[in-house]
């Protein structure tokens, strides 16, 4: 099945300065490529998402990219602010089993004022 | 638009008693996909519903069940309760199955003691 790789899992930033994250995954198979937010007593929140016929998505400070022949994928934040302190994780999903998710173990951003 | 709610949101039970989990989808969502998070193995797919059919299944033993009702709402009930079943139950609804896009409830924390 398919295996899900993120790092790393803890990171810390100070206020202002950018945030990556990395996932790879072992199914070339998988097309979608979902990251989320999950703050302490929430459910994980979508922030962002790429599909594999896209190498780069942004929405505002936050953009994806994604290597299919690597079978990698990044999470991008720039100007980091203290409330983007969160658990993030990435996720790779295939169309034959669209709600069927896999999932990185997360990564622990921390963001000093 | 309300969002995914779960019901309860805390549960307390003992070894060998049985729980049900209830999942409402946001409006207009037809596929429910459910998902264990615990500390040690993370964000875990257990079953997704469409149309009152188990579409997808992880790879949980037979006392994990679900089902899903004619208005797209979904319970999960897990029998014979183990102390490993202590975790954080997810519901993420889609739109349609072979939609990407998932959005989850809070979360039910199921503690077994």
């Known amino acids: 099945g398919e295996n899900v790789e993120q790092h790393p899992s803890t990171l810390s930033v100070q206020e202002g300065d950018s945030a990556v994250i990395k996932c790879t995954y072992s199914?070339?198979?998988?097309?979608?490529f979902p990251w989320y937010k999950q703050e302490l007593g929430k459910g994980p929140q979508l922030i962002i998402d790429?599909?594999?016929?896209?190498g780069e998505k942004k929405d505002q400070r936050i953009a994806v990219t994604l290597n299919k022949t690597a079978k990698h994928f990044s999470l991008h934040i720039t100007e980091t602010q203290p409330e983007d302190s969160a658990v993030y994780f990435c996720?790779?999903?295939?169309?034959?089993?669209?709600?069927?998710?896999?999932f990185g173990d997360g990564t622990t951003l921390t963001v000093k004022p | 638009k309300a969002g995914v709610t779960q019901t309860p949101r805390y549960l307390i039970k003992t070894r060998g008693q049985q729980v049900t989990l209830s999942c409402s989808p946001i409006?207009?969502?037809?596929?429910v996909s459910w998902y264990q998070q615990t500390p040690g193995q993370g964000l875990q797919f257990l079953f997704e519903?469409?149309?009152?059919?188990?579409?997808n299944k992880g790879n949980f033993p037979g006392r994990f069940s679900g089902r899903q009702f004619s208005n797209s709402r979904s319970e999960m009930n897990v029998s014979t309760l183990e102390l490993g079943d202590s975790a954080l139950y997810l519901c993420?609804?889609?739109?349609?199955?072979?939609?990407?896009?998932?959005?989850f409830g809070p979360g039910t924390r199921l503690t077994v003691t």
């Open positions: 996720a790779a999903t295939k169309n034959t089993n669209a709600g069927k998710s896999t």
């Open positions: 409006s207009g969502h037809r596929s």
């Open positions: 790429i599909r594999s016929n896209v």
């Open positions: 199914d070339s198979a998988s097309n979608y």
């Open positions: 519903y469409f149309s009152e059919t188990q579409r």
């Open positions: 993420a609804s889609s739109r349609v199955t072979g939609s990407y896009e998932q959005y």
